[in-house]
């Protein structure tokens, strides 16, 4: 059974309890797979990054199979600002979509999901296509002084590694949601000296375990959330903070997605 998000944002949670920790969130127009139906829950798997966790039942469409072969032949467009204002063309109420965001079937701003259509007024909003070295940085210091949120992946409040997926999602590039797992994507820079704007920088704790991500503007900038989205300095050592001078990351490897 596969359904999909029409809420602008759902909780993606790490049990079956609305006190549970929340591990990640869906966002406007991602499917998901129900793995398992419990009470007033479902087990889902994002099919966009494969993501796993629990979603209240009330916060997922369910597309008959017919819909979703129909979507499933439809190119998507991500919204590449951090909020997008759409309205809902039939009750003219207006919805917010976080960036990151996918519209399908897109026409004059025109665009439906779950039974619904919605307008948006510029689409210039939606499907970032000119990619330079510069992309990622530009669409990465839209969050800037957004706060630092475990599992967040919006303008008011997103985690490292949340950044990092929703803007490469931008450009359309898909990579895993946590730190540990995106280090496994791309190739290895092997010096900050060759840094390019928008490779990733990864940083590990004292077990060496990755535990951290950032997007590098140079070789000297890095611009990541830490309490919130921020650019601070690095050298081959770490991240220094620009509060107290001292490190707080150590730097493990830089990665290049683009």
């Known amino acids: 059974m596969t359904g999909i998000i029409n809420l602008s944002l759902v909780p993606l949670r790490v049990s079956d309890s609305e006190s549970s920790e929340m591990s990640s969130q869906l966002l406007f127009g991602e499917k998901v797979r129900i793995i398992e139906d419990k009470d007033k829950w479902f087990k889902i798997q994002n099919l966009a990054d494969n993501y796993c966790g629990w979603v209240d039942k009330k916060m997922i469409h369910i597309l008959t199979t017919e819909v979703e072969e129909n979507i499933s032949n439809l190119h998507g467009y991500y919204v590449s600002i951090p909020l997008l204002e759409c309205i809902k063309t039939v009750s003219n109420e207006k919805m917010f979509l976080p960036g990151g965001s996918i519209i399908y079937n897109l026409l004059d701003g025109k665009f439906s999901i779950a039974n619904e259509e919605f307008q948006i007024k510029i689409t210039q909003n ?72 928008g490779d990733l920088a990864f940083f590990e704790n004292t077990e060496g375990k990755i535990i951290h991500v950032g997007v590098l503007i140079n070789q000297y900038q890095i611009i990541h959330a830490s309490g919130w989205v921020k650019i601070e300095n690095i050298d081959s050592q770490g991240i220094i903070s620009s509060q107290t001078g001292e490190y707080t990351h150590k730097l493990r490897i830089i990665k290049r997605l683009i």
């Open 126 to 197: 939606v499907n970032c296509t000119e990619i330079s070295d510069q992309t990622i940085v530009e669409l990465a210091k839209q969050y800037l002084n957004s706060p630092y949120l475990w599992g967040g992946k919006s303008l008011m409040g997103i985690d490292c590694s949340g950044l990092v997926q929703v803007v490469f999602s931008m450009i359309g590039k898909i990579i895993p949601r946590d730190a540990s797992q995106q280090v496994d994507n791309g190739t290895v820079v092997d010096f900050l000296s060759e840094v390019k704007a």
